[in-house]
């Protein structure tokens, strides 16, 4: 092969790293954009629920709504967001973010116990579909701008662009990253993350309060505790074991919920009666909504666990309680921010009981919850990364390492995610996971003779787009 042509090659992999980079900012600058109002509008609505609560009378029939709005639009759930990365024809649409951006606001208003990301990544895919439409896309160009619309959402709502990236590589395919789309996902998160920042919608500030927060031990360089390490250790295999629990009665509820003889639309004003209910018997709202700071002195939320006797010992399985009604009745919103409640309120309990840093255990929880329940521990570690500081970075992976492997596979969240890495509690896919060694040497000795395909679509150097299948 002459010089020449692997220049040529180098060239028009370049190019098209530059071109496809240029295809996202227009969809992430609109998503940043819609997800600055989306954020903004969620607080809204949250403060018209604090001021009167007597509007939580209302959920059964705010129920009720959701599913007619869901019917009209024939919106199914965010795994619709998958579907719309895999195939054209599948899930999304362009009028896809219009019905969750309304249902999400009124499970919200009316104190419904659940996120925003859902929304978030349905409002990212739609528009990013949106774009690719207008822009005449091939399918694999389709495919990375639909995962950078993903990255974009993220890293908008939680104000965090690299883990914003990640997170959109590895929840598209677990275990593996399509590298096609690194550098469109890197662009587009930051795009949307700058746009959001721009209409001054900020979130809880997480790192601010976990340093106020740090523990003597912490202060200057860091040394390494292997005591520490163990009980970081023991969190990650605390907090996968309860995301096995939490998607274990979540999926067993729904389906009992779906087989029902009851008409369809009585369902959610069912589970908005039983949220009232539970309101009433725990006498708090602490427990409704996102839960991400507090509404008052002496109440538990996220921002409050990193304190300590910032929550109490049983505050996490009341929120899963009230984030699996939610969810389960037909509600709409998301589980990531009431997980990040559930474990960054069980890390602080666990900080007393293993004698640790409240702060660090919660950050932990934070980030494991994250990591476990959506498949994507690198997206988690760099999660933490960007929001406790660097600094505790073994601490970081070592727990959301070990969540992730005790985690399930199969979630809500994920149903179409592509698994390619076995785990402890999926043993059917251990079974069919081979590393016979033969046919392994096989391939490679086979890949010997061929050219090594490009990660982008171009011509020269024989190159080709194989690795464009990867999303």
């Known amino acids: 092969m002459k010089l020449s042509q692997q220049y040529a090659g180098n060239l028009s992999v370049i190019k098209k790293v530059f071109w496809w980079s240029l295809l996202t900012l227009p969809s ?4 940043g954009n819609v997800v600055a109002l989306f954020l903004w509008s969620i607080d809204k609505v ?26 009209a639009f024939r919106e199914t759930s965010s795994n619709i967001v998958f579907q719309n990365i895999h195939a054209k024809s599948n899930g999304i649409t362009e009028k896809s973010s219009l019905p969750i951006f309304l249902t999400t606001i009124i499970t919200h208003l009316f104190g419904g116990s659940a996120g925003r990301e859902g929304a978030t990544f349905q409002i990212g895919a739609s528009l990013s579909r949106l774009s ?19 990255a974009a959402a993220f890293g908008a709502v939680f104000g965090v662009p690299i883990a914003g990236a990640f997170f959109a590589l590895e929840i598209v395919r677990e275990g593996t990253f ?23 919608v900020h979130l809880t500030q997480f790192q601010y309060i976990f340093a106020s927060q740090s523990h003597p031990m912490f202060d ?4 390494p505790d292997l005591l520490l390490l163990a009980k970081a250790g023991a969190v990650g295999v605390i907090m996968g074991l309860l995301c096995c629990l939490f998607y274990l009665v979540l999926q067993y509820l729904k389906q009992g919920i779906d087989k029902s003889v009851l008409p369809k639309w009585v369902i959610p004003f069912i589970g908005g009666i039983l949220l009232v209910a539970l309101y009433f018997v725990f006498g708090t709202q602490e427990y409704l909504g996102l839960g991400a700071t507090g509404l008052g002195q002496n109440t538990v939320s996220i921002a409050s666990a990193f304190n300590a006797g910032g929550a109490d010992t049983w ?22 921010t009431p997980l990040l409640f559930i474990g960054a309120t069980l890390g602080s309990v666990l900080a007393v009981l293993f004698n640790a840093p409240v702060p660090l255990f919660a950050a932990l929880g934070f980030i494991t919850m994250l990591g476990g329940s959506a498949n994507t ?10 929001l406790f500081g660097a600094e505790y970075t073994s601490y970081y992976a070592f727990a959301c390492f070990i969540a992730y492997f005790l985690s399930p596979t199969r979630k809500k969240i994920e149903l179409l995610q592509a698994p390619t890495v076995p785990k402890l509690f999926d043993a059917d896919y251990l079974k069919e996971w081979s590393l016979d060694r033969k046919l392994e040497n096989e391939r490679l000795e086979k890949k010997k003779d061929e050219d090594e395909p490009s990660y982008l679509e171009g011509e020269g150097n024989g190159r080709n787009n194989a690795d464009f299948e990867m999303l």
Request: proline share 6%; charged share 10%; aromatic share 14%.
């Open 46 to 71: 949250t403060a018209v629920r604090l001021s009167h609560p007597q509007i939580i009378w209302f959920l059964p029939v705010a129920g009720i709504v959701i599913y007619f709005i869901i019917r």
């Open 377 to 386: 521990p690198f997206a988690a570690t760099i999660l933490g990364m960007e």
């Open 178 to 200: 399509p590298y096609n789309a690194l550098i469109p996902c890197i662009v587009a998160s930051i795009v949307g993350t700058l746009t959001c920042n721009y209409w001054g």
């Open 28 to 31: 992430a600058f609109i998503i």
């Open 315 to 336: 505050s996490w399985l009341i929120k899963l309680l009230f984030v699996v009604i939610t969810l389960s009745f037909g509600f709409r919103g998301g589980e990531i």
């Open 220 to 223: 200057g360089k860091f040394t």
């Open 132 to 150: 690719a439409k207008l822009f005449k896309l091939s399918e694999p160009q389709f495919k990375v701008v639909c995962t950078s619309g993903i």
